[in-house]
């Protein structure tokens, strides 16, 4: 949705939030639809159920439901309810009944507001109609009207744009006489009743100035850019996923060229007719647009430099802040060609952009982040999960979700890191048994040397070890020694045989160092979660005494490794109490919660990797299951351990509130 105006003027409810009562928003609906009614006599007509009395203060007229048409006609307005025809002045309020019980028809289809809904016409030259929604569920209603439509495996972008919305409550002074939004891109767009699932809590963010727009072309810009001389808020971010490079928000729609002669911008910017102010150059400085005249020198933030464009030329003339200029004299007379990216204003929430994460897997907090890093969420209430928690429960005989945290989930890509472990240990069990029951080695801990110098993530080391405690322990450097003890060649053909008995689509990057191919620390191997959840699905198959031989792995090696895996919660990388890592989000909750006692119970491997955005994070994965349930979870600001205990939780109890 393209955004003319920059959202600093945006208003918003201004009564307080105590306890569990939630503010109610109000917002001046149909303006513009008044004025077209003005102009082309067409009535505007609200339906109300029988259930909602219309009252009309003036006459103590009240009626339970009816028709309300309101017309332009000879000069005045009038308005009309169930016969009765009331002109000049009038002032009409709709209460109880339940969310839509005020319906309009309007050219493109009907919409339904929530009451109390009131339309009032006295001093001004048109009526004001006003309606009143609790604020979370405006957030969600608004946040839906600026996409469009509800998007297909885009729904954690529409929360994030919520709590967009919702974060700026209490932030700005109110602009709007009578009511605190109004329904057009002035404030943000607002089309009544348009989300019509369960309201989620948009109130996740601390109180802050935040923006958005449709469309950044891959960078966001400093809100610096409203207003001379304003203090840079932040310097804007890369709108792309730092591991692969790949734009959220760049493609072959994102470019536009715009050309304007030189004396016209001179007469949009009030200098036409005067030969000592002609207009020499255009220099595009970030948030400040300079004009060279001939005497002197002229800066405009560059919000307004647009706008004052756009106003004479159009909105979608100059369609963004983001672009170069360039002086061309090829006509003979001097022209500026403005080359851009992008749609709007260009700060803050990208909403192209966001919806490509969502549709990645990525959740709304990750979202939130990717275009504020500097963000503040508000406490987490007690016994609540992690707000940085992701995960997939599913069937693991026929690979059907359960539940998940994002409809998405199942395209995230993650690091493979060291649940690649597992690969090579099917490996050594399939191809070379001898390696599987007999190969040891001594670990040293971080003491770095020719086979890998980053050595294990165990300070001290896992000392002398062989594979039954090297996979539930994730020891780096037992599997990155086996680079010296097998073939990479036969390696790379079962892992090949491996992906097509799993039915996914992998292929193991070229070249590398092979001792961090196997050990997980090539961070060129992903996994989708679809992936993760074939190969829980396998190894679920393999773990039990029923069914037929696979095709490409042998069952016995694929049930040895499993019978490991089930060691990763007795005595591997999550066993034990709760261990403090990254964000207190993360291990507070699970530190004041009771020791689990069947966790003997549940198989998986944990992993540690670097992941994210447009920046690196540290991410906690585990994926395993128990039962005939699989699970699994990723974690933002964690680590592998973490994100056990939380696949605990979720089996444990369900899936914990978010």
């Known amino acids: 949705m393209k955004r ?6 945006l208003s918003l409810a201004i009564l307080p939030l105590n306890g569990t009562e939630e503010p109610a928003v109000r917002i001046g609906i149909l303006s513009k639809h008044l004025r077209l009614a003005r102009n082309n006599g067409v009535p505007l007509v609200f339906v109300f159920d029988g259930s909602t009395p219309v009252r009309e203060s003036g006459s103590g007229l009240q009626t339970g439901g009816g028709r309300l048409r309101i017309y332009f006609r000879e000069g005045a307005w009038h308005a009309e309810i169930n016969g009765r025809v009331f002109s000049g002045k009038f002032d009409f309020r709709a209460d109880g ?31 004001v109609i006003i309606t009143s929604e609790r604020l979370s569920a405006y957030c969600m209603d608004a946040a839906v009207s600026e996409f469009g439509k509800t998007p297909p495996g885009g729904m954690e972008a529409v929360y994030a744009l919520g709590a967009v919305i919702s974060s700026r409550y209490r932030k700005i002074a109110p602009v709007h006489d009578g ?3 109004c329904d057009l891109t002035h404030c943000q767009v607002y089309r009544g009743v348009s989300w019509n699932g369960p309201v989620p809590d948009c109130d996740m963010i601390e109180p802050a100035v935040l923006f958005f727009h449709s469309c950044c072309g891959g960078v966001t810009l400093d809100r ?18 730092f591991q692969t490079g790949r734009y959220l928000c760049r493609d072959g729609k994102s470019g536009w ?9 001179g007469g949009i910017l009030g200098t036409k007719g005067k030969a000592a102010e002609r207009i020499l150059d255009v220099e595009s400085r970030g948030a400040v647009i300079r004009i060279a005249m001939d005497n002197n020198k002229k800066d405009y933030a560059s919000e307004d430099f647009r706008l004052r464009i756009n106003r004479k030329r159009g909105w979608n003339f100059i369609k963004s802040n983001n672009y170069t200029v360039k002086k061309d004299h090829s006509s003979g007379d001097l022209k500026f060609v403005f080359s851009g990216m992008g749609l709007g204003h260009g700060v803050g929430l990208c909403q192209k952009g966001a919806l490509a994460l969502s549709s990645l897997g990525y959740g709304r907090y990750e979202i939130l982040e990717h275009y504020h890093p500097g963000l503040k969420f508000r406490a987490s209430e007690d016994g609540a999960a992690s707000i940085y928690l992701s995960y997939v429960k599913f069937d693991l005989n026929s690979g059907r979700i359960i539940e ?3 409809p998405s989930m199942e395209k995230r890509r993650l690091p493979s890191g060291s649940i690649f472990k597992i690969i090579a240990a099917l490996y050594l069990a399939s191809e070379r048994p001898d390696l599987f029951s007999g190969y040891r080695f001594s670990c040293g801990g971080k003491k770095g040397n020719n086979l890998l110098p980053e050595g294990c993530w165990k300070p001290g080391g896992h000392g002398d070890i062989g594979i039954e405690d090297a996979l539930p322990s994730s020891c780096n450097m037992y599997f990155a020694s086996l680079a010296g003890e097998i073939s990479e060649e036969g390696f790379r053909a079962f892992f090949e045989r491996f992906c097509g008995e799993c039915g996914i689509e992998d292929n193991l990057p070229d070249g590398g160092d092979f001792s961090k191919i196997l050990s997980g620390l090539d961070r060129r191997v992903f996994f989708s979660v679809g992936d993760l959840m074939k190969i829980a699905g396998f190894l679920h198959a393999s773990g039990r005494d029923s069914g037929g031989e696979p095709k490409r792995i042998r069952r016995e090696a694929a049930r040895k490794v499993y019978g490991l895996l089930a060691k990763t919660f007795i005595m591997g990388t999550a066993s034990g109490a709760v261990k403090e890592y990254g964000d207190p989000r993360n291990y507070l909750p699970l530190q004041k919660k009771p020791v689990r006692t069947n966790m003997e119970e549940t198989w998986g491997k944990t992993s540690t990797v670097i ?4 920046r690196p994070v540290s991410y906690g994965i585990f994926f395993g299951g128990r039962g005939e349930t ?6 933002r600001k964690g680590n592998g351990h973490l994100a056990a205990k939380w696949a605990l939780e979720i089996l444990n109890k369900g899936a914990p509130n978010n």
């Open 257 to 265: 060229e715009r050309t304007l002669p030189a004396s016209e911008l």
């Open 611 to 614: 992941d994210g955005t447009n």
């Open 630 to 635: 699989g699970i699994i979870t990723v974690l």
């Open 179 to 181: 009511y605190d939004f």
């Open 4 to 9: 003319l105006f920059p959202l600093i003027i």
């Open 404 to 406: 998940a945290s994002n």
């Open 97 to 127: 009944g339940g969310p839509g019980v005020a319906r309009i028809e309007l050219k493109g289809g009907a919409r339904s507001y929530r009451t109390p809904l009131t339309v009032r016409l006295d001093a001004g030259p048109d009526p």
């Open 224 to 241: 610096g850019l409203f207003r001379l001389g304003s203090r840079p808020g932040d310097d804007g971010v890369r709108d792309r996923l």
